[in-house]
């Protein structure tokens, strides 16, 4: 069985947690269309800087969590 220290535990949470962000990041910029020279993500009206600006916020709030553990 393999164990890891905390820090590793930490360090494997942390780059999971990016690549989530980034996976996000690039099926939202896939999926995007174009309309009216904009383009938008779902049929909500919502554009693609918009979406992306909320998983950028989404995943700074997350990091921040780590900071605030990590200082315990």
Do not use: C, N
Not at 49 to 72: G, N, T
């Amino acid at each position: 069985m393999i164990t890891f220290t905390p820090e590793q535990e930490q360090f494997m949470q942390l780059a999971q947690s990016r690549a989530y962000y980034q996976g996000r990041r690039e099926g939202v910029s896939l999926y995007a269309h174009w309309r009216d020279g904009v383009q938008y993500v779902g049929t909500t009206g919502r554009t693609l800087k918009q979406a992306l600006d909320s998983i950028d916020q989404e995943e700074d709030d997350i990091l921040a969590r780590y900071d605030r553990l990590k200082a315990l």
